[in-house]
C-alpha cells in the first residue's frame, strides 16, 4: 500500500466513525464544466435576492484560491432523514433538515475532528472546514468525488440513500488517491419536475433559486409576491417536495445523530398552535436551530401567507 493511499484508507474509516455516511475525494483544482453553468444561472438572476452569490466568483470555482496550497477536496455526506414528521396533516410544514440542531454547528464540529485526527495521525496539515457558509460548490466536488450524481432537481442523489443529507468538505494541502464519479440514474423520471408547487425546476438539471419556495420562506427578506398565493403547498420553512417525490428517496434510513432529533413539541404541534405562535414559543422551541435565520418575523409572515 502506497502511502497515499494509507492516508486515504485512514481519513475514509475516521469520517464512518465520526457519523458520515460516506466520503469521497477529488484533486483540488479548477471547476471547468460548473464556470459557464454557475455564470449562465447568475446572468439569468436565478440566484433572485440571494446576491452573496456574485462574490468570490473565482474561488467557488477553485477551492486553491480558498486554501492556499491545497490538493485535495475531501467530500462528505452526513444523514438527516427524521424518524418521524409533523403529525398534524394540516399544520404549516418546516423543511426536514430543521427538525433539529443547525446543521453547521453539528457538522462543524465533526470537520474539526476529522481535520484534528489527520493531523495527529498523517502530519502537519493545512486545510479548512466548509459547511455551506463559504463559496464552496459541495455538490459539484461531491459528484467529481463519485458520492453521487447531480439529478434533475439539482441535489445530490445517490441509490442507496437518496439526497436527504448534509454535504460538506474539508479542503487541505495533502495529495490523495482521488475518487471518480458515478453515472446518472435519473433516467426518464420527470417526478420532481411534475411535483414542484412553483415549477422551480425550469428544465431538468435547471433550478430557478428565485423561484423556489425555500427562497421566499428562508432568503427573501421583503413581503412575498401574491403571485404564489396558494402555492406554496403549505411549506413555512423550506420545502421537500422535489425530494419526497424523489424514487431514489424510497432508500433513505433514519439518521441515528442526536442532535438532529426535534423537540417532541415541534412534532405535535397543530396547525392552530403554529397560527398562534409567540415569540416566546419560537425562541424555546428553535434555540439552536437553523428555522431562527428567518427569525420570528419572517416565520410569521410565511404562515400567514400560506392562510
Known sequence: ????????ALIKSQAL???????GISKAGFLEEEAPRLEHWLNK????????????????LDPTKLVEGSKSVVSLLLNYFPSDTQKDPEAPKISKYAYGTDYHFV???????????????????????????APVLDKAWAA???????GKNSNLLTKKVGSFYFIAELIIDLELEYDTPVTDHCGACTACIDACPTNAI??????????CISYFTIELKEELPNDYKGQFDNWMFGCDVCQDVCPWNRFSKPHNEPLFNPKPELLEMNKREWKELTQEVFSDLFKKSAVKRTKYSGLIRNIKFLE
Do not use: Q
Open 144 to 150: 467529481k468525488s463519485g458520492l453521487g450524481w447531480i
Open 202 to 211: 425550469v428544465e431538468p438539471y435547471k433550478v430557478d433559486g428565485s423561484k
Open 107 to 133: 457538522i462543524k464540529d465533526k470537520l474539526k475532528s476529522l481535520l484534528n485526527y489527520i493531523n495527529e495521525e498523517i502530519g502537519d496539515i493545512n486545510g479548512r472546514a466548509f459547511v455551506d457558509s
Open 1 to 8: 500500500m502506497t502511502l497515499k493511499e494509507k492516508h486515504t
Open 45 to 60: 438572476n436565478m440566484h433572485g435576492e440571494m446576491k452573496y452569490m456574485e462574490n468570490h466568483f473565482d474561488k467557488r
Open 17 to 23: 466513525k465520526l457519523g458520515f455516511i460516506s466520503c
